[in-house]
């Protein structure tokens, strides 16, 4: 790992990074290397640190590592998706260098992946990166009296909590972004669940009429097209 040389910059502005990485060499001098930046960092050589942070203070974007001494960083993933923590961006930086390691790191919910050995200044790039992309994404999406928080994955109708599953908001959030527009059942599985729908279709059924009912107060509903798939619409 290369540094970045000169004083300390302003990149940063602040923004928190969530380091999560169980070399101490490594993760003390990326550390370094980011508060030189700017950013805030916070360290976890564990994932239960990890969670322990994350809690304490949301980060803005968290540089993880995937083989950890108390789980797989895989798996972390999946249970941020699944959370209110569901929209901070997540570089894996990792060890594991062959095509298939990258392609599983990115369907299990990473935004990009970086192999070791790395250098700083490209780690401090793709970083940068993933914020500049976060701070264009919507934060709220909003249809009619229908509110969704896209950040916190939370979904109100006139200020009132529907308190949607995880997996109800996220298909809330990707039929709502594309309105009027039938999206394929094996799609919409796959962008959800991020797994193949194969034969299982009763979690999508069970999730979208429950949907279904939770949002027609506010005048909209998911239409069923039989053998095709599901949409958004307008009652």
Same mark, same amino acid.
Not at 84 to 88: F, N, T, V
Not at 182 to 188: C, G, I, Q, S
Not at 232 to 235: D, L, N, P, V
């Given at each position: 790992m290369?540094g970045?040389?000169?004083v300390?910059?302003t990149?940063?502005?602040?923004?928190r990074?969530?380091?999560?990485?169980?070399?101490e060499?490594?993760?003390?001098?990326?550390?370094?290397?980011?508060?030189?930046?700017? $950013?805030e960092?916070?360290?976890a050589?564990t994932?239960a640190?990890?969670?322990?942070?994350l809690?304490?203070?949301? *980060?803005?974007?968290?540089?993880?590592?995937i083989?950890?001494?108390?789980g797989?960083?895989?798996?972390?993933i999946?249970e941020?998706r699944?959370s209110?923590?569901?929209?901070?961006p997540?570089?894996?930086?990792?060890g594991l260098t062959?095509?298939?390691?990258?392609v599983?790191g990115?369907?299990?919910?990473?935004?990009?992946?970086?192999?070791?050995p790395?250098?700083f200044p490209e780690l401090l790039?793709?970083?940068?990166?993933?914020?500049?992309?976060?701070? /264009?994404?919507p934060?709220?999406l909003?249809k009619g009296?229908?509110?969704?928080?896209?950040?916190?994955?939370?979904?109100c109708i006139a200020?009132e909590?529907?308190?949607?599953? *995880?997996?109800?908001?996220?298909?809330?959030?990707?039929l709502?972004?594309?309105e009027?527009?039938?999206?394929?059942?094996?799609?919409? $599985?796959?962008?959800?669940?991020r797994?193949s729908l194969?034969?299982?279709?009763?979690?999508?059924?069970?999730?979208?009429?429950?949907? /279904?009912?939770?949002i027609e *107060?506010a005048?909209?509903?998911?239409?069923t097209?039989?053998?095709?798939? $599901?949409s958004?619409? /307008?009652?």
């Open positions: 290369s970045v040389s000169g300390r910059g990149k940063g502005d602040g923004k990074v969530l380091l999560v990485e169980d070399n060499k490594i993760i003390s001098g990326n550390k370094w290397m980011f508060e030189r930046q700017g $950013y960092a916070a360290a050589l994932l640190e990890a969670r322990a942070l809690h304490t203070r949301r *980060p803005d974007v968290i540089v993880l590592d083989m950890l001494p108390d797989s960083g895989l798996d972390f999946r941020l699944e209110e923590s569901a929209g901070i997540v570089l894996l930086l990792t062959t095509k298939e390691d990258i599983r990115l369907t299990s919910g990473g935004d990009d992946y970086l192999t070791k790395f250098d790039a793709r970083v940068e990166a993933l914020l500049r992309r976060s701070a /264009r994404v934060k709220t909003t009296s229908l509110t969704v928080d896209i950040l916190a994955m939370r979904a200020g909590d529907l308190h949607l599953t *995880p997996k109800e908001c996220a298909l809330l959030l990707l709502a972004q594309n009027e527009k039938t999206l394929r059942a094996e799609d919409v $599985y796959k962008s959800v669940w797994q194969n034969s299982d279709r009763n979690a999508l059924q069970t999730a979208a009429s429950k949907l /279904r009912k939770k *107060p005048g909209y509903t998911v239409a097209t039989r053998g095709v798939g $599901y958004f619409k /307008r009652i």
